[in-house]
């Protein structure tokens, strides 16, 4: 988050709070990144949290509907030109993208790709060590984002603000819809919270 003021006040560019601070054994002021965000990557449905929205009163029918949907959109990946160029989006293979634009789906080597990234996003769905089945349901209408504060208290409670990525529209706001807020992992419904401007909506 950019502090428009930290120029001006010629007080460097960043400020930390005493709790960012993670290692204290040892005076190293070194600053690691160890993660950024990335654009079309979905937010998904695991266990714990269709637990948690199950307890909250999200009905199960509802819940199984986010499920055929998601695999009914996966049958038409190989298919659909939209379908795939979102898919290999969503799981970060932005390389093979351009490759799929410019080649399409009749390429014998698009159709290899797509078919080897459809068997590890079904293979996804059992835990690699134990083998039982795990849910990881992809929603649409969501985003994986990294939430920050609000230092100049210019949301209201209750209200959140989303700027995203969209497909072939850019960056874009999300205007005037409940945003359905959750951590991960999640263990707690009070960690669950509704607000004001929503990426993923789910009827009771």
Not at 31 to 43: E, L, M, Q, R
Not at 59 to 76: A, N
Request: hydrophobic share 40%; with cysteine.
């Amino acid at each position: 988050m950019i502090h428009p003021e930290l120029d001006n006040l010629r007080d460097g560019h960043v400020h930390f709070r005493k709790s960012m601070k993670k290692f204290k054994v040892v005076s190293n002021n070194t600053f690691s990144i160890v993660d950024h965000s990335t654009p079309y990557v979905y937010a998904r449905l695991n266990n714990d949290i269709v637990t948690l929205l199950s307890a909250l009163g999200i009905s199960d029918h509802t819940l199984l509907q986010k499920l055929e949907k998601y695999l009914s959109w996966l049958q038409t990946v190989k298919s659909d030109l939209s379908a795939a160029v979102d898919f290999l989006s969503s799981i970060g293979q932005h390389g093979d993208v351009e490759r799929v634009l410019l080649e399409g789906l009749d390429s014998s080597s698009t159709q290899s790709k797509l078919n080897a990234a459809l068997k590890k996003e079904i293979a996804a769905f059992k835990k690699a060590d134990t083998e039982k089945d795990k849910l990881r349901v992809l929603v649409h209408n969501s985003r994986y984002v990294f939430g920050v504060c609000d230092p100049f208290q210019i949301l209201e409670e209750g209200e959140v603000f989303i700027r995203v990525t969209m497909p072939r529209t850019g960056p874009t706001t999300i205007h005037s819809c409940p945003v359905l807020v959750v951590r991960n992992p999640c263990l707690h419904p009070g960690l669950v919270f509704l607000s004001r401007f929503h990426a993923l909506t789910f009827q009771r």
